[in-house]
């Protein structure tokens, strides 16, 4: 069973910058999807970002291209969003996720198998 856990959510002004962290109990980066997705109440879970196992590329939401990062330290095992240049509208509930080994990757919320906790992140304007 993969259990991943998130952490670095919080309030922030528009403008500031978080670093999320998610930190898997297996490893993970050989060979399974890892991305992040956010929710608000409301509305369907959104991918963000997406790192893919196969050449380590990326996917990015077109509202978050050239604000957010995702990279990841196989050291220790975790995957990183950094989050700069934040507005109100990024406020949610963000998820890490990962998929099965050797599982579809894309930033669809059904290919993957695994997920977070959560962890809220707030931007005021």
């Known amino acids: 069973q993969v259990q991943l856990v998130e952490s670095g959510g919080g309030s922030v002004q528009a403008g500031g910058s978080l670093r999320l962290s998610c930190a898997a109990s297996?490893?993970?980066?050989?060979?399974?999807?890892m991305g992040w997705f956010r929710q608000v109440p409301g509305k369907e879970r959104e991918g963000v970002a997406v790192?893919?196992?196969?050449?380590?590329?990326?996917y990015y939401a077109d509202s978050v291209k050239g604000r957010f990062t995702i990279s990841h330290d196989n050291a220790k095992n975790t995957v990183y969003l950094q989050m700069n240049s934040l507005k109100p509208e990024d406020t949610a509930m963000y998820y890490c996720a990962t998929s099965r080994r050797g599982g579809a990757c894309g930033p669809r919320p059904s290919l993957f198998d695994y997920w977070g906790q959560g962890t809220q992140v707030t931007v005021s304007s």
């Open positions: 790192l893919f196992p196969s050449d380590r590329s990326t």
């Open positions: 297996v490893l993970i980066f050989s060979n399974r999807c």
